[in-house]
């Protein structure tokens, strides 16, 4: 028993990809983690394709070689299509500016969480699969928990600080705060895995393709093997409430109807799996940390799916948690003062990304994406920020405000069209 009387130093609820990486950071600078996840794991989860930015996250906790081996598909960019277009705007990795290495992965989930458990497991945390955190008490010095295993039998700990990375459940973030909704950014999004969808030859095989709609909305496939197709519908609410249909099932074969370029994908593809609908709604907590605790990953934020940022977000953040941790536990400060840091560098990371995700929304911005002028080096730099670069170079930020103002014209000019 440490001095503290804690049974662990850190306690991380939710084993995702966010509660996984914390846990793992932490263990491997000595701290004594518990992580409690209700399910067994694998498990599903949606949220397939990566970006090559998290391959710097893999390195830091020390999981790359394992998830080289795990056999995934290799991504190397992504494509996007508007509707009733042979023209296509491809955001290849390679030409990102400032990105070590420009390939990642397109992933089943259930594997890919299960290689970052089970890493966190050898490198010293006590994973308790199929516990369900109940409750937590936070006193001065600690934080007593209290959760139940699969037959419902009841235990106890006290920990010295909790990470909340229990994804859109955000059970500590929302016991303190609330899951504060974005009006700019409520869709809807149903899917379903295919087999016999045709992809594009050779390097491109494993890349994530995008299909947009006059409506703003857009379709997701995802080679997740050689034979399975990730298919996915993102709909903005309002459109979802006038032509949604009875059941997610009808729904999404309509909305896959009505796209062409979709539809002409799957003529021949069978589906294997049935459709799932998510609420898709982006939000931010209105509180990220408090006295002895840190949310992390959808706990804290969710962002509209678009570019695939989700898994780099929850493990960047993940990271910065247990350094922000780690930190106080040395200083013996866990106090919201302690966590100020983590929460603002958290915070601007979403806006970064936030502002690309609105933009894509836009009709302006689309308009100038899908001309395809490598002018001032300004592909370069959007190409980076879609590779998941969350802290670009001067100069970089530079071309990105470019990018922006070229936006903000065309708008005006499309006003002008229009009168
Ligand atoms: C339609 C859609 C498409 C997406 N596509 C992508 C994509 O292509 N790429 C991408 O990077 N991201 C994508 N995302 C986002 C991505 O899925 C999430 O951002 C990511 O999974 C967040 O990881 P996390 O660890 O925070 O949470 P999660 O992965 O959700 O993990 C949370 C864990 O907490 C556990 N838990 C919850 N409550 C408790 C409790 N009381 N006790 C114990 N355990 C608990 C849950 O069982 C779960 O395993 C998508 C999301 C949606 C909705």
Redesign the pocket.
């Known amino acids: 028993m440490a001095v503290h009387g804690w049974d662990f130093d850190v306690a991380v609820?939710?084993?995702?990809?966010?509660?996984?990486s914390a846990a793992t950071a932490l263990a491997r600078r000595g701290k004594r983690v518990l992580l409690?996840?209700?399910?067994r794991f694998p498990?599903f989860?949606?949220?397939?394709?990566?970006?090559p930015w998290s391959n710097e996250v893999f390195r830091t906790l020390g999981v790359d070689q394992a998830i080289a081996e795990a056999g995934f598909v290799k991504k190397w960019g992504a494509s996007f299509r508007p509707p009733g277009s042979t023209k296509e705007q491809y955001a290849d990795f390679s030409a990102a500016v400032e990105t070590p290495t420009p390939q990642t992965f397109q992933v089943l989930?259930e594997r890919f969480?299960e290689v970052l458990l089970r890493h966190s497991q050898r490198c010293g945390v006590d994973v308790r699969e199929e516990?369900?955190?109940?409750d937590a008490t936070f006193e001065p010095d600690s934080v007593s928990l209290r959760?139940a295993d699969a037959g419902g039998a009841e235990q106890t700990a006290r920990v010295g600080v909790v990470v909340d990375?229990?994804?859109?459940?955000g059970?500590i973030a929302k016991r303190f705060g609330q899951h504060e909704y974005d009006p700019l950014l409520r869709n809807i999004?149903i899917?379903a895995q295919y087999e016999g969808v045709p992809r594009a030859e050779g390097r491109r095989a494993g890349d994530?393709r995008m299909f947009t709609r006059d409506d703003m909305g857009w379709l997701?496939f995802?080679p997740l093997s050689d034979t399975v197709m990730s298919v996915?519908a993102?709909i903005p609410k309002a459109s979802h409430q006038r032509e949604g249909k009875q059941t997610a099932e009808e729904s999404l074969a309509h909305y896959l109807a009505c796209t062409p370029l979709a539809a002409a994908l799957l003529v021949q593809a069978r589906q294997i799996t049935p459709a799932r609908i998510?609420v898709?709604y982006s939000y931010l907590a209105t509180r990220m940390a408090g006295d002895r605790w840190v949310a992390?990953?959808?706990?804290a934020a969710?962002l509209d799916?678009i570019f695939?940022?989700?898994?780099?977000?929850?493990m960047q953040g993940g990271l910065d948690a247990a350094e922000a941790i780690e930190s106080g536990l040395r200083t013996g400060d866990l106090s919201a003062r302690a966590f100020t840091r983590y929460e603002s560098i958290a915070r601007k990371r979403y806006h970064h990304f936030r502002r690309f995700v609105i933009g894509f929304y836009d009709p302006a911005f689309r308009d100038l994406w899908f001309t395809p002028k490598k002018v001032f080096g300004i592909y370069g730099a959007i190409v980076s920020v879609l590779a998941g670069n969350w802290r670009p170079s001067v100069l970089t930020r530079a071309k990105i405000r470019l990018f922006f103002a070229l936006v903000a014209l065309r708008r005006v000019g499309r006003r002008f069209e229009k009168a």
């Open positions: 609820v939710g084993g995702g990809p966010g509660g996984s409690l996840e209700r399910e498990r989860h949606i949220g397939e394709s990566q970006l989930r969480d516990h369900r955190l109940l959760f990375a229990s994804g859109r459940t059970i999004a899917h994530i997701w995802i996915g993102v998510d898709d992390v990953g959808d706990a969710f799916p695939s940022t989700g898994v780099l977000l929850a």
